[in-house]
């Protein structure tokens, strides 16, 4: 069978074009990487081969009709479980969502798929998005695909997995604190949160509906642009999303960073070295900036003064909403429901003890704790007040810069059950990626290299303006072909091998 | 409870009494926050998206004209227009809100700081015994023309924010949750946009609370926010009420009234209310702060949850909508939009109309009372204004109380009455054959035109037809003609009623009485 794993979103859609494969060969090259590697990695809670199926036959019909194919033609995409899409299960990876069938489309998704793309099927995550190793799945984890013994970063791990491990060419995930990012560099994938507003958020199930955003995950940063091209734009259905004009994002990449005024942030929180990663890794933005200099960038250094109260900001206002969002879960509408309620207090309460799993109880614990009279000031308010000054923060460091750079997270991927014991050892992942949601801005994670003492991915990240997807994607296409990752993991190479591909 | 028991209770205690006014916005045509049509009833849970249902990932998108209509709500009341607003998240869980959480307003409201004026006379004014000393600022100010007086009544905030569902519990006795099986909820009315409005605790009487809600339904539908039906619930009245002491100035433990599905029920639960307090504070008892429903077939009110409840609704700035922020040239120029309001029609229909007080005053509060009467005095003339007004407060408004309709389900259309009042005034009916054409009009639809002709109905007036008629009546009654020739003029009305039948109901009586008098003279 054809094994187009290693061909990007372009070479797919150009390949249709020219007629040398089909879509429905695209997508039978997706389920046959899945059928031999989705055993061991788990990155998809349920396959969707049915409408997979008729995607592919509606490009190839068209093709055959004449048509140029459309952007994403025939792209094996995963999407996150907490999308919603008409003929699968949305789940959230929560129990009490375990028989919920969608009744409508998330428009993100819609928009991905009216591009041509292929729904191959929906990507594991930590239940609702809590966590940042998808442990917290209800169904079980996903495993990092360079490593099996190590987690592939969360919440939308399975996303993560999907990509790194070739099974589609591009997945969607959520970032509500680095849920995108994160897992896209401890999986060595390409993972972009676009502005907060620049993607319709209708049909994501809810998490901190203030810091929200979906984006997508590739190889490539250039496959990540067209997945933004496809996805970006006002809806009708979000009030948040903004009227602001969306550009052609794939046309920026390649276009070089001269000129371009690129800060290193030097004052990110201080973290402990858990597996003495830490020095690499901030290395890792030091080669960073010399590289940008090389490449006719002006580099200098840049602080972001209130960004340290970030993480504990974050644990307020994320719970907050989350407390509030997750409200409708209670077994009345839909969604599993405690059998033989003795009234209605009783069945909301044992729906939600049993429907939902130890992190969310925790993540709704704290949110409403913060919001109850006589601590609303001092937790809510106050957080409110540090997320307007790290607003300031970066508004003021774009004034002098385009692109602002940190490492992705302050460690590579690490070991299942390691940092489950410890909830702030495992919030401590987001404390670079959680000051951009609180602010809004865009930012996207790039494979920086492996980690010499794991031989795991690390990943850069790279800070854009205010709808600046353009720019950011730009610097972030310089980076990456400076750097020459091979996002094939070795081991994915090895396991197709033993299992019989080609 | 006897109507002199309220008096004599007011004259020891003071009331005190504020209301909680829900009124639906039913000139949007579709929901707070998504496109789901807005209407009474319907099959249960058919008018539901995934918005309206909570459905996981779905978000609310503002209804932009739902907060048009509350800011001009704001304007009509006097009220302050917030420059900036926002929706904020009312968190509790009940089976009738899909997202166990009302999105509503807290502390930025749409509109605040409003008054209304009432007027309060008839008997209404013997609940009321200390406007003597009150000065006009607030508070009632002496009205002495017709004995009654004039109030004026905070707006504390106007608020904007989602009705809930509804829910039917099965297996209970009358629908209540007492006893019942289970319970169905139907969300058809979920996501309905409901304004809030919050008066000033400045109400002191149940006729002052009755005289305020009505009020403001006018106001309400002379803006067309609302059709405003207290029987469909889309005008909802909830009352605050607490008790003191005359001359304490502290307040007393207040019980929130619900249930009150017409103005007559808001008046009598409030007055049951002020009743029941007092005696119970006469017998060495104390208020309790609880909910209490009336129940208007018993005509009691009786506490709804035993303990009032402790809640802490958590709320905070919805963060699915950005904060809304209004220019103040653009709010001048809504204000522009505002209809004429009923006080001003009053006085425009007892200048310009010469209508009585009285009637004026029936005719603006209720808007489609005051369409309706000008479009038939424009039919009319303006000459004709006091007729048309008679004939709407006699024989229209009976007939709507005895069918129980709305004055735009009669037949009788403005321009149809316009033209009956027309023939009266022309002499070509009288106004007795008229009363016979308006029962036919209401029962038939048919222009009076064509009644009277169909009924051979017209009005004789000539002179030589009607003495050739009263000629045949002298001439068959010779006793009754000698006695009145004797001086017993009272057969005066025998003869009429004579020459009356021989017409068949069509001679003009003031020219048969004429031509009477002139011939029995001779």
Known sequence: MLDLSALSAREVRDGIAAGEFSAREAAESAYARIEALDGDVHAFLQLTPELAFAAAERVDAARAAGEDPPPLAGVPVGIKDNMNLIGTRTTCGSRILGNYKSVYDCTAVRRLLDAGALPIGKCNMDEFAFGSSTENSAYGPTRNPWDLERVPGGSSGGSAASVAAGMVTLSLGSDTGGSIRQPGALTGTVGLKPTYGRVSRYGVVAFGSSLDQIGPFGTSVADVALALDAIAGADTMDATSSPEPVERYSAAVGLGVQGLRVGIVRDMPGVPDTDGCLNEIAHVVDRAAETFAALGAEVGDVTLPSARHGLAAYYIIGPAEASSNLARFDGIRYGVRAEDPTDVLDLYMR???????????????????????????????????????IIEDFRAAFEHYDVLLTPTTPEVAFRFGEKAADPYMMYLNDVYTIPVNLAGNCAVSVPAGLCSSTGMPMGLQLIGDYFAESTLLRAAAAYEQAVHFDPVPPLVRSLVGAKGGE | MPKDRLAEV??????????????????????????????????????????????????????????????????????????????????????????????????????????????????????????????????????????????????????????????????GSEGRIAGATHSLVDF?????????????????????????????????????????????????????????????????????????????????ALAYEIVRQAELLDTGGRVVQETRHWDAGARRTSALRSKEEAHDYRYFPEPDMVPFRFEPAWIASLAEKLPELPDARRERYTTDFDLPKHDASMLSADFALACYFEDAVALAGVDRAKQIANWMLGELAALLNAEAIEIGDTRVTP????????????????????????????????????????????????????????????????????????????????????????????????????????????
Request: aromatic letters at 6%; one cysteine or more.
């Open chain 1, 351 to 389: 729906s939600r003890a049993e429907g939902f799993g130890p992190e969310t109880i925790r993540r709704i614990m704290l949110g409403t704790y913060a919001l109850s009279a006589g601590y609303y000031d001092a937790y809510y308010g106050q957080a409110q007040k540090a997320r307007t000054r």
């Open chain 2, 10 to 171: 007011l004259e020891r205690y003071e009331a005190v009494i504020g209301l909680e006014i829900h009124t639906e916005v039913t000139a949007t045509n579709t929901k707070m926050f998504c496109g789901c049509p807005v209407a009474f009833g319907g099959e249960p849970n058919t008018r539901v998206c995934p918005v309206c249902l909570g459905m996981p990932g779905a978000l609310p998108v503002p209804n932009e004209a739902a907060i048009e209509w509350t800011l001009l709500a704001g304007l009509a009341t006097n009220c302050d227009i917030a420059l900036w607003s926002q929706f904020h998240r009312k968190q509790y869980f009940y089976p009738d809100m899909p997202k166990d959480y009302q999105i509503s307003q807290y502390d930025l409201p749409f509109a605040s700081g409003g008054a209304l004026e009432v007027e309060v006379d008839g008997e209404g004014v013997a609940q009321r015994i200390d406007f003597g000393g009150a000065v006009a600022a607030v508070g009632p100010e002496a009205h002495p023309e017709d004995g009654g007086y004039r109030a004026t009544i905070g707006i504390t905030r106007i608020h904007l924010e989602e009705d809930t569902g509804k829910m039917i519990h099965v297996g």
């Open chain 2, 188 to 268: 058809n009315r979920a996501g309905t946009p409901l304004m809030e409005l919050v008066s000033e605790p400045d109400i002191r009487t149940p006729e002052e609370a009755r005289r305020f809600a009505q009020k403001l339904r006018s106001i309400w539908l002379a803006l067309g926010v609302s059709d405003c039906s207290m029987e469909e619930g889309s005008m909802r009245v909830d009352g605050n009420v607490s008790i003191r002491p005359r001359g304490e100035t502290e307040l007393g433990t207040k019980s929130e009234v619900k249930n009150m599905n017409s103005f007559k029920a808001l008046h009598d």
């Open chain 2, 415 to 522: 321009a149809m009455l316009a033209e009956m009042v027309g023939l009266i005034e022309e002499g070509a009916i009288s106004g007795k054959q008229a009363k016979e054409v308006f029962a036919d009009m209401a029962a038939t639809g048919d222009a009076p035109g064509a009644i009277v002709a169909a009924r051979g109905m017209k009005q004789v007036s000539d002179t030589d037809a009607i003495e050739s008629v009263v000629h045949g009546v002298l001439e068959a009654n010779p006793n009754e003609v000698a006695s009145y020739r004797a001086g017993k003029t009272g057969v005066m009305g025998f003869f009429v009623g004579a020459v009356m039948r021989e017409m068949r109901g069509q001679g003009n009586p003031q020219v048969i009485n004429e031509v009477l008098r002139r011939m029995l003279g001779g």
